[in-house]
């Protein structure tokens, strides 16, 4: 895996009493923001993120990669699979961006994998400044009742070999009553470990996050 080539810029985003430290990068006139929000236990130096991450960067796209919990927190597993509080905490790192002269207009997209995906799904729900959402190997099932509030346009992304995931993923997908998609992508296990499955996930959401941050389409 090749990582983001762009300068990336250490930040600390406040949230409440925590401090979350994160990775910025941001491209010369850059077409949108993107957050991402990570599974169970990961966090800013998730490599798969990172090169997910690099191919946004190549495509125009700033990305923020943070911690979604301290590490005090993240001692505590309740509050690794804490959807609210996962959520609240990207809404947190939402508010932060639009406070920063670098990043305050431009248009904003999650990125989600595994229960983060859930924790997008709330925050997109919450936040009408959200204009699109990426769920990789996702629990998006684990955003229940935020599902049909959705408004934001969002593509789910699943391994075809990840049968469970994936039906959990088509149950959520009819939930969602946004402009929306679910993309199978063939040979492709839970982590997208498999050779160019991962190409594939960074090259379906540099498309979606590019259609409609940087095009602005409802």
Excluded at 87 to 102: E, N
Excluded at 137 to 153: E, F, I, T
Excluded at 158 to 186: F, H, I, Q, W, Y
Aim: with cysteine; proline share 6%.
């Amino acid at each position: 895996m090749k990582l983001p080539t762009l300068p990336i810029d250490e930040v600390s985003i406040p949230a409440g009493r925590a401090t979350l430290p994160g990775l910025l990068a941001l491209p010369e006139q850059a077409a949108g923001l993107v957050l991402f929000a990570h599974g169970s236990g990961s966090g800013r130096h998730s490599p798969r993120n990172q090169f997910v991450a690099g191919v946004l960067n190549r495509a125009g796209l700033a990305t923020l990669l943070f911690d979604l919990l301290t590490e005090d927190e993240a001692a505590d597993r309740a509050n690794i699979f804490d959807i609210d509080l996962l959520a609240r905490r990207l809404l947190d790192a939402s508010a932060w961006a639009a406070s920063q002269s670098a990043t305050a207009t431009l248009p904003l997209g999650l990125f989600g994998a595994s229960t983060g995906a859930a924790a997008a799904l709330v925050a997109a729900a919450r936040e009408p400044r959200v204009r699109a959402v990426v769920s990789r190997g996702g629990r998006p099932d684990l955003a229940g009742d935020s599902l049909p509030l959705v408004g934001a346009p969002t593509l789910l992304i699943v391994g075809s070999l990840d049968v469970e995931v994936l039906e959990l993923n088509r149950a959520a997908l009819a939930a969602l009553r946004c402009t929306k998609d679910l993309a199978v992508v063939p040979g492709a296990s839970h982590l997208f470990e498999e050779p160019g499955t991962l190409d594939e996930v960074a090259r379906l959401a540099a498309d979606w996050f590019s259609r409609y941050l940087a095009g602005g389409a409802a």
